[in-house]
């Protein structure tokens, strides 16, 4: 378990990025320590598999470690974090796709809702989801566009850049994760 | 949050199905309208498979999975309703440890369909297209006429009943039995032990390390049969083939119960050689052994 | 009362992105519309409760001690800015695809060059003598392809025990109970070959033994990678 009382204070960052550019080992403890909540959180609704996770906040700090020096302190070393967990996750998540042979998913377009006919809405749900569990639930695009959107606060425009998507494209998941996600929590 | 506004439901009536935990399982209901040449991949843990082939252009998986395990079906093809042409299922392990689901999937007779799984049963009824079948424990039963198909298993059992076109089955200890007939056949097994029987079989490679092989089936005309073994036996029934049989075994024995012709020692005083010509000849048979024993009989 | 807000129309008015005049038009239609306010009400709910999510979620205690044991290793070293890798090398599934597509292709010339030297082998060149033992003697290319076969083998086995933890115990014991068997009969061969280098079914058996290892080894690889 983290503990919190090992949290470097703000004042203490850029002395530790310091000492852990150098390759002190317990000061890039203390940085995970500060970081690794936020980072997990991110890997874990972004992919909806904690085992996954747990895989991509290691190569997070991994990375961080690798490219310590590089960090300037423009921005705040959470952030800094954020957007490298964000880049491993799409990156892991670019090869993971392309890596399906001899099947390329298209776009995830409700092509689906076309065929509703065949696929009546479950009227017997015992169990009410939390939001949590309904995020994870998503599937994999609409899901990563939630979290960047709605939990972790990206503009459209940033999303489309971030997965290379048109910026139409990225509304029109944004709002599927949202309608799927309305109907797993309600009753 | 409660959420329930009626007036929300009409938003949310167009959402696409998807698997909803229920109790300890989840139901799987997968329904679209394919193409006929529609390619499936299904990969994950599930623990039985029943794949049928029916005349309709459409696909249907139905089942039920552990509600903790992941379930991600994704399609691919042109966008704006038009049928699928191709759809990807996977299926991750429940972390619970509860046991792996039951799926069965229906696709139209030309579809391919690429499984693969760790322990499964893989039943596969009707289907014309392509096949490829991937287990390692298990037991893979396919019956009908595909135009291709490739099995490997570890030691899962491998059924096949019918006239598939082109075959390949790799097992290390899974036993394999052919019954029907095959253009290209391929077997390659470890210690399992290989059965084909009958029909006829025109171009048929079958390698063995420990298992043995009986071969009971006909060779087509102008065909090739080739079976290789270091320990396992080698047994060929005849019947009324008509066949040009070469043997030889490095340190093993021969047994000749079909003509009064007997093997001749082999190189170096090991082992034993035999050629045999029956009826015109019109087939070749080769049957090579490290030191199991060749037995021909009728 | 003007039309209902389509399902993009609500979301695209929460998030702000309507064009100025389609804004001014959904505002005026919501405050005559209970439906769609309470759509909206729910909609704008739902993202709120998305927004409050916990910013933080503990990842499992051990993780550090993961992350620790990859960096203090020789594998993962400071860059100069600039000199930044592309990935981590910790989790190396995916930098093992492209050593088993290498090894693959190794593999395939190896048994293809096995296949010929079996298939020639009545017009296989001179022997040579293998020093020590006059008796045996062994075609030269056969010994080449024999030693290209096991370098493809021993990259394809250190591959495997990378990914050892990604098969489950059961499969890695029967895995090893068929190599051994392979192995055994592969050694008998080599045995016999050695004492009678110009018998072709033995070459053609031997050569039919490698190709089983290595078709085992190349599934299990995949196997382990998938």
Known sequence: ?187 | MMHTSLHLALFLAAATSIAVPLGAQQKVDVRRAVTRDVYVRLNGAFSSLRVTGWQKDSLVMTGSLPRDSRFEPAMGGPSGGSPVTGMKFYIEASTSGAAAGSLELFVPVGATVWAKSGSATIDVTGITGGLDLNIVGGAITVNGNPRELNIESMDGGVTVTGAPTWMRAKTATGDVTIRGSCTDLGITTVSGTVSVRDGSFERSRIESVTGNVTFGAGVARAGSLLIDSHSGIIELQIGKASLDIDATTITGSITNSVSTRRPTPGREGRGEELTLSLGTGDARATLRSFKGNIRLIR | ?226
């Open chain 3, 1 to 226: 009362m003007t039309n209902h807000l389509t399902w993009e129309g609500l979301n695209d008015y929460i998030d702000d992105v309507l064009a100025p005049a389609e804004r001014v038009a959904a505002e005026a239609h919501v405050r005559e519309c209970e439906m769609c306010t309470a759509a909206l009400t729910e909609l704008r709910a739902t993202v709120a409760e998305a927004r409050a999510l916990p910013g933080t979620v503990m990842p499992p205690d051990e993780l550090w001690n993961d992350v620790r044991t990859t960096i203090e290793s020789r594998k993962v070293a400071h860059l100069p800015a600039g000199m930044a890798s592309s990935r981590p090398h910790a989790r190396g599934w995916w930098m093992t695809t492209g050593r088993l597509a290498a090894a693959a292709v190794v593999l395939v010339a190896a048994t293809a060059s096995l296949t010929a030297i079996a298939m020639n082998a009545r017009v296989s060149p001179a022997p040579v003598v293998v020093q020590g033992t006059p008796s045996m003697t062994v075609s030269a290319s056969w010994q080449a392809s024999e030693r290209v076969f096991q370098q493809s083998v021993l990259e394809l086995r250190e591959q495997l025990e990378m990914l050892h933890d990604h098969l489950s115990p059961g499969t890695l014991v029967k895995v090893e109970r068929a190599l051994a068997t392979i192995d055994l009969a592969i050694a008998e061969g080599r045995e016999a070959l050695l004492r009678d280098p110009a018998n072709a079914a033995l070459s053609e058996l031997l050569a039919s033994n490698y190709r089983q290892k290595i078709e085992l080894l190349r599934r299990m690889t995949q196997l382990a990678s998938s």
């Open chain 1, 1 to 187: 378990m983290i503990d919190p009382q090992l949290a470097p204070t703000t004042d203490d960052i850029a002395a530790l990025v310091t000492l852990a550019a150098r390759g002190d080992v317990s000061a890039f403890e203390r940085l995970y320590t500060r970081c690794a909540g936020r980072v997990y959180a991110v890997c874990v609704r972004m992919t909806g598999d904690p085992q996954r996770a747990r895989e991509y906040t290691h190569d997070a700090f991994v990375r961080a470690w690798e490219r310590l020096s590089t960090f300037r302190g423009e921005a705040s070393f959470e952030t800094w974090m954020h957007r490298l967990t964000v880049n491993v996750v799409l990156t892991a998540s670019r090869g993971e796709r392309r890596r399906a042979a001899r099947f390329v998913p298209t776009e995830e377009e409700p092509a689906a809702e076309t065929n509703l006919a065949l696929s009546a809405p479950p009227d017997d749900v015992e169990t009410r989801l939390d939001l949590e569990r309904a995020i994870a639930a998503l599937p994999p695009r609409a899901r990563e566009v939630f979290v960047l959107h709605d939990v972790e606060g990206y503009r459209h425009e940033e999303i489309a850049d971030r997965l290379e998507l048109e910026a139409s494209s990225v509304r029109a998941h944004l709002h599927r994760a949202r309608r799927l996600i309305m109907r797993m929590l309600t009753r």
